[in-house]
C-alpha cells in the first residue's frame, strides 16, 4: 500500500498534536528552567523545548508542524528527552517518524495471523488463570473457558462482530452494560484508548484499524475525547475490578505479555489471575467450576471464527 497524500496529512496531524500535547504538560520548573512574567499557555514554549533538545526554533517548529521525515534517530532521541516522554511514548514516536518516510516500495496488505493450534492447548492448560491472546486492534483471538466465562458479557454483547469475534474497544464504548462490568471504567477506557493509539503509530495503514477508529469516533463522545489526548500505552498490567453476573465482584491482578506469532502483527499473551488465599480467589474458582459445565455457552463463536479461516 502506497503513502497517500491523506495518510500523510494525518501522520502529520498525530505528530504536530502528540508534540504540542507533551510540551504543554511539563512546566519550566519541571526542567529548571526559570519562569518570569505571565506565559500565554500551559507548558513549556516551544523555543524552551528547543534549548532543551539543542536545536534551532526553526526546526523544531518545523519539527511540531508535523514535518519529522527523515529525522536522525539522535535528534528525536533528544526531543523525546527534552519531553520526558516515557518508553511507550518514545517509541510512539518513532513509529511516527517511521511512517513519515516515503515508501520505497508498496507494503504488503497486512494479514490477521491464523493461532496455531499449539497456542490454544498452552491456553487450554491454564485451569486457574483466564488467558486469551489479543491483537493489536484489541480483538480477542483465543481463549481458554476461564477468560470466557469471567468476560461472558464481552462475547455475549452484540458488539460481537460477524465473524463471532468480541474486540475490548468496541465493548467498552460501544455497550453501554461495560460500565456496569468494569468497576474502574473511565480507567480502563482509557488504557483501551492508548493501546489503540499506540497501534495507530505501528500500523498507520491498517484499513480495518482505521475503520474501527472511525466507527469508535463516530458512535462514543467518549471515544472521541480520550482519542484527542494522544496518550498511549504498549505494555499492559495492574489490578482489574470486575462486576460479574454469576459470582459478583471480583479484584484481579493482570499481565499482557508479548506473544511472537508474526513479524508484522502484534499480539499479546494477557493472563488474569486472583491472589492466593483471598476471596477473589474463591470466586474465580467457583467461575472456573461453573464454565467447566457450560462447555459451549461462550466458545461457539470462536470456533466458528477459526473455521471460517
Given at each position: 500500500?502506497?503513502?497517500?497524500?491523506?495518510?500523510?496529512?494525518?501522520?502529520?496531524?498525530?505528530?504536530?498534536?502528540?508534540?504540542?500535547?507533551?510540551?504543554?504538560?511539563?512546566?519550566?520548573?519541571?526542567?529548571?528552567?526559570?519562569?518570569?512574567?505571565?506565559?500565554?499557555?500551559?507548558?513549556?514554549?516551544?523555543?524552551?523545548v528547543a534549548v532543551l533538545a539543542g536545536v534551532s526554533i526553526e526546526w523544531y517548529t518545523r519539527l511540531e508542524k508535523g514535518h519529522i521525515s527523515g529525522v536522525s534517530e539522535d535528534v528525536l532521541d533528544a526531543v523525546a528527552r527534552a519531553l520526558q516522554l516515557d518508553e511507550d511514548e518514545r517509541t510512539y514516536l518513532f513509529d511516527l517518524a517511521?511512517?513519515?518516510?516515503?515508501?520505497?516500495?508498496?507494503?504488503?496488505?497486512?494479514?490477521?495471523?491464523?493461532?496455531?493450534p499449539s497456542v490454544q492447548w498452552l491456553l487450554d492448560s491454564m485451569t486457574m488463570s483466564?488467558?486469551?491472546?489479543?491483537?493489536?486492534?484489541?480483538?480477542?483471538?483465543?481463549?481458554?473457558?476461564?477468560?470466557?466465562?469471567?468476560?461472558?458479557?464481552?462475547?455475549?454483547?452484540?458488539?460481537?462482530?460477524?465473524?463471532?469475534?468480541?474486540?475490548?474497544?468496541?465493548?467498552?464504548?460501544?455497550?453501554?452494560?461495560s460500565e456496569h462490568f468494569f468497576v474502574d471504567w473511565e480507567a480502563g477506557a482509557r488504557a483501551t484508548v492508548a493501546l489503540l493509539r499506540a497501534e495507530a503509530g505501528r500500523e498507520p495503514h491498517d484499513r480495518t484499524l482505521r475503520e474501527l477508529i472511525g466507527e469508535l469516533?463516530?458512535?462514543?463522545?467518549?471515544?472521541?475525547?480520550m482519542w484527542a489526548t494522544h496518550d498511549v500505552r504498549i505494555r499492559h498490567g495492574g489490578t482489574k475490578r470486575l462486576q460479574h453476573p454469576e459470582v459478583g465482584r471480583l479484584e484481579l491482578t493482570y499481565r499482557s505479555l508479548d506473544l511472537p506469532l508474526?513479524?508484522?502483527?502484534?499480539?499479546?499473551?494477557?493472563?488474569?489471575?486472583?491472589?492466593?488465599?483471598?476471596?477473589?480467589?474463591?470466586?474465580?474458582?467457583?467461575?472456573a467450576s461453573w464454565a467447566a459445565t457450560q462447555p459451549g455457552r461462550t466458545t461457539g463463536a470462536l470456533e466458528r471464527h477459526q473455521e471460517s479461516d
Open positions: 500500500m502506497n503513502h497517500r497524500p491523506a495518510d500523510r496529512a494525518g501522520n502529520r496531524d498525530d505528530i504536530r498534536d502528540f508534540l504540542a500535547g507533551r510540551r504543554g504538560r511539563i512546566t519550566p520548573e519541571q526542567v529548571g528552567l526559570p519562569t518570569s512574567g505571565r506565559r500565554r499557555v500551559p507548558g513549556l514554549r516551544r523555543e524552551e517511521r511512517a513519515a518516510r516515503p515508501a520505497r516500495r508498496t507494503a504488503p496488505r497486512r494479514k490477521d495471523v491464523e493461532i496455531p483466564a488467558a486469551f491472546v489479543r491483537n493489536g486492534r484489541l480483538d480477542v483471538v483465543a481463549a481458554n473457558a476461564l477468560a470466557r466465562a469471567l468476560h461472558a458479557p464481552m462475547f455475549d454483547s452484540d458488539t460481537v462482530d460477524q465473524h463471532g469475534r468480541a474486540n475490548f474497544a468496541r465493548y467498552h464504548f460501544l455497550d453501554p452494560g469516533s463516530t458512535l462514543s463522545p467518549e471515544f472521541r475525547t508474526s513479524d508484522r502483527a502484534v499480539h499479546d499473551l494477557t493472563l488474569y489471575t486472583a491472589e492466593p488465599g483471598t476471596d477473589d480467589e474463591d470466586r474465580l474458582r467457583l467461575l
